[in-house]
Antibody, heavy 126, light 110 residues
Framework: QLQLQESGPGLVKPSETLSLTCTVS??????????WGWIRQPPGKGLEWIGSIYYSGSTYYNPSLKSRVTISVDTSKNQFSLKLSSVTAADTAVYYC??????????????????WGQGTLVTVSS | QSVLTQPPSASGTPGQRVTISCSGSSSNIGSNYVYWYQQLPGTAPKLLIY???QRPSGVPDRFSGSKSGTSASLAISGLRSEDEADYYC???????????FGGGTKLTVL
């Protein structure tokens, strides 16, 4: 059974960089059928896609966050990571990592997030 | 303001059929698949419907999805108390070149 687990600091100071890692177990991150994504949810609000990465390192990001986001992958550790720079209180949210199933996707990415981590709350505060 | 528009709330009584709408545009729902997620209180979202109307294994057939033009709907028949959750629609947006979610609909089982 595939499992994803987010890890990282739960508290980040304003203007600093938020860093999270997602560890994948029960399956390989190097599968050709999947992307790996980050999605966040501010307290009491809806879901926002942050960005996604392929095992080769190919990425695409939410245009509204693109200037501050970097997603990377470490296939040797079966992990992928998120960095969000210059954070403010508006970045306080539960951050989820998820597998993005692209089987038979064709030419367009699909928001087909079929496995999710439990999520981790990151608070931006001094 | 979400790119995909959902009603903030919906409700029904046990056994009833309820529908949740998701309105978009030609750049998202109008030209791409729609996905639906269920988020039970305090848990991570769960994929409920993919490719407009397909159910992953394990999802009861009480849940169904449909799409017409630039709108999509999630229908839940035989409503049960455990269906009380937040529901989100999602799609790829060609103009934004990104995945977009609806604002979510909180379903209450009365």
């Amino acid at each position: 059974q595939l499992q994803l687990q987010e890890s990282g600091p739960g508290l980040v100071k304003p203007s600093e960089t938020l860093s999270l890692t997602c560890t994948v177990s029960g399956g390989s991150i190097s599968s050709s059928s999947y992307y790996w994504g980050w999605i966040r949810q501010p307290p009491g609000k809806g879901l926002e896609w942050i960005g996604s990465i392929y095992y080769s390192g190919s990425t695409y990001y939410n245009p509204s966050l693109k200037s501050r986001v970097t997603i990377s992958v470490d296939t040797s550790k079966n992990q992928f990571s998120l960095k969000l720079s210059s954070v403010t209180a508006a970045d306080t949210a539960v951050y989820y990592c998820a597998r993005q199933n692209q089987v038979a996707a064709g030419t367009k990415p699909l928001p087909n997030f079929d496995y999710w981590g439990q999520g981790t709350l990151v608070t931006v505060s001094s | 303001q979400s790119v995909l528009t959902q009603p903030p709330s919906a409700s029904g009584t046990p056994g009833q059929r309820v529908t949740i709408s998701c309105s978009g545009s030609s750049s998202n729902i109008g030209s791409n698949y729609v996905y639906w997620y269920q988020q039970l209180p305090g848990t991570a979202p769960k994929l409920l419907i993919y490719r407009n109307n397909q159910r992953p294994s394990g999802v009861p057939d009480r849940f169904s999805g449909s799409k017409s033009g630039t709108s999509a709907s999630l229908a839940i028949s035989g409503l049960r108390s455990e269906d009380e959750a937040d529901y989100y629609c999602a799609a790829w947006d060609d103009s934004l070149s990104g995945h977009v979610f609806g604002g979510g609909t909180k379903l209450t089982v009365l």
